[in-house]
Structures are given as structure tokens and as C-alpha cells.
């Protein structure tokens, strides 16, 4: 069975602190991984995905096979960063998204 | 492209009333999805279809059902509503292959 586990439901830091989201998965086989985000009163929205390999508004995340592990990171928070965060996990075809609980970060002034 | 519509935005449902959930999208998707999102709880499938007169359970089915008629609608019925079923409830579509799925605003059903 697929599993996507973020450990942090709830994250805070300051401004231009730098930040990182855990994500770590169980997935039998080669899956395709997401970060999806969603702001205040907004959709939720695709941040990024492995497979493209992009760094959107800031944020990189590497996939690491052996640790299971696909972790987001942004080097200098900003204010306008805080949303909920949600990790996500496909296998190849995509026809199916399995998410995490979610984490909420919050960036201070 | 309005992109993935739901209506309605809120709904207030007695114990054991029933309702149907709109969901609508203008991308020509084949698949399409219904999630609930609890707090802490991230989002749950509920129900899928990867085309037309096609639909498949997802993580939590029970009290629910959905049909796809048509490729752009999707709606997701609730035959008895129960206090469980309060929740954020999103519809998703996407096109083929392991792309991103596009959200709707969603819907905030309350049950009492």
C-alpha cells in the first residue's frame, strides 16, 4: 500500500529563516511525487513535482529513493509563504493521488 | 477556462437529508476526482472516474455515490447524511499521465 507521512502538522519560523517541510513515503515501485499548496481562502495548487525537477517561488525538493524522502525546502522564507502544504504520491500512471496529512506553516514577520 | 467548478459553496444538511454535490470542468479531463479534507487529516478519496460511465471507490466511499455521465460533470451524491460527513469536500480533474490534478474551490457541507 501507498503511504505519505509529514511528520509536522504544524510549522513556524521567521522571515528569512530558512525552511524545510518533511515528507517521507512507502511506495512499492517508482512513484511520482507532488507538493501541493494551498493559501488562505484559496484551491489548493500544484507547488511543484519531482519529475520537472523546477524550483517554484523559492522552493526546491529533491527526491531521495533511499530514504524515502521527499523533503521541500525554501532557503529565505517569506511572510506571503504561510499556507498548508500538502505532500502527495502517485504511481506512474497517475491515475491516483495519495496525500499527507498536511503542514501548516506559518512565516512570521 | 472557468477550470473546475463546484457548487455549492456551503450547505447547512439535517441528520438523514440528502443532497448531490456539482462538480464541472472545461479542460476535456478523463479522470476526475472527489476528496474530503478533515483537519489533520490531510485529503481522502473518495470517488474516481477515468472517463465517462467509468467510476471507481477511492479511500472512503461509505455513503456516497457519484455517476459520470457526461466527460465535463461529475456529481457526488449523499443518500443519509450523518454528522461524520461534515467536512471540506474538493472535486480534482486532470488530464492523462502524472500530471497535476486541477482543483475546485470547494464545498463546506455541515451536517446537524
Known amino acids: 500500500a501507498q503511504r505519505v507521512t509529514q511528520p509536522e502538522k504544524l510549522l513556524s519560523v521567521f522571515k528569512g529563516a530558512p525552511v524545510e517541510l518533511k515528507c517521507n513515503y512507502s511506495y512499492s515501485g517508482s512513484p511520482e511525487l507532488f507538493w501541493y499548496v494551498q493559501y488562505s481562502r484559496q484551491r489548493l495548487q500544484l507547488l511543484l513535482r519531482h519529475i520537472s525537477r523546477e524550483s517554484i517561488k523559492g522552493f526546491t525538493a529533491d527526491l531521495n529513493k533511499g530514504e524515502t524522502s521527499f523533503h521541500l525546502k525554501k532557503p529565505f522564507a517569506q511572510e506571503e509563504d504561510s499556507a498548508m502544504y500538502y505532500c502527495a504520491l502517485s504511481g506512474p500512471s497517475g491515475s491516483r493521488l495519495t496525500f499527507g496529512e498536511g503542514t501548516q506553516l506559518t512565516v512570521n514577520p | 477556462n472557468a477550470g473546475v467548478t463546484q457548487t455549492p459553496k456551503f450547505r447547512i444538511l439535517k441528520i438523514g437529508q440528502s443532497m448531490t454535490l456539482q462538480c464541472t470542468q472545461d479542460m476535456n479531463h478523463n479522470y476526475m476526482y472527489w476528496y474530503r479534507q478533515d483537519p489533520g487529516m490531510g485529503l481522502k478519496l473518495i470517488y474516481y472516474?477515468?472517463?465517462?460511465?467509468?467510476?471507481d471507490k477511492g479511500e472512503v466511499p461509505n455513503g456516497y455515490n457519484v455517476s459520470r455521465s457526461t466527460t465535463e460533470d461529475f456529481p457526488l451524491r449523499l443518500e443519509l447524511a450523518a454528522p461524520s460527513q461534515t467536512s471540506v469536500y474538493f472535486c480534482a480533474s486532470k488530464g492523462q499521465g502524472p500530471y497535476e490534478q486541477y482543483f475546485g474551490p470547494g464545498t463546506r457541507l455541515t451536517v446537524t
Open positions: 472516474s477515468v472517463g465517462a460511465g467509468i467510476t
